[in-house]
C-alpha cells in the first residue's frame, strides 16, 4: 500500500496483533493539522482506494473542524470501521 502514495503523502500504518485469535488487522492514520492538510489527506484516502490495499480500519487524527470531517470520507469511500479523536475546546 505505501508504495502506492506520493513522498508528500505517506500513511502511517500500524499492525494490530490478536493473538487469542490468531489475526492480524491493519490500521492507517490520517489527519488534518491545518485546514491546507485536508485536501491532501483526502487525496491520501483516494489514493488507498486506487491501491486495492484497504486497510481493516483507519483513525481520523484531525485537529482541525472542517464542514466534511475525514472520518466521514473514509465511511463513505472505503466502508472500513474509523475511529476519530476527541477535540476539546478550552476557551479562558
Same mark, same amino acid.
Given at each position: 500500500m505505501l508504495g502506492e502514495l506520493s513522498e508528500t503523502n505517506r500513511c502511517v500504518v500500524t499492525i494490530i496483533m490478536d493473538i487469542s485469535q490468531n489475526n492480524i488487522y491493519i490500521n492507517c492514520n490520517v489527519g488534518a493539522n491545518t485546514i491546507t492538510d485536508y485536501q491532501g489527506e483526502i487525496e491520501?484516502?483516494?489514493a488507498i482506494k486506487?491501491? =486495492?490495499d484497504i486497510p481493516d480500519m483507519m483513525m481520523d487524527l484531525s485537529l482541525v473542524k472542517q464542514d466534511v470531517p475525514l472520518y466521514r470520507?473514509?465511511?463513505?469511500t472505503l466502508n472500513i470501521?474509523? =475511529?476519530?479523536?476527541t477535540i476539546i475546546y478550552s476557551i479562558h
Open positions: 491520501k484516502i483516494k486506487d491501491s =486495492g470520507i473514509v465511511q463513505d470501521y474509523v =475511529g476519530t479523536v
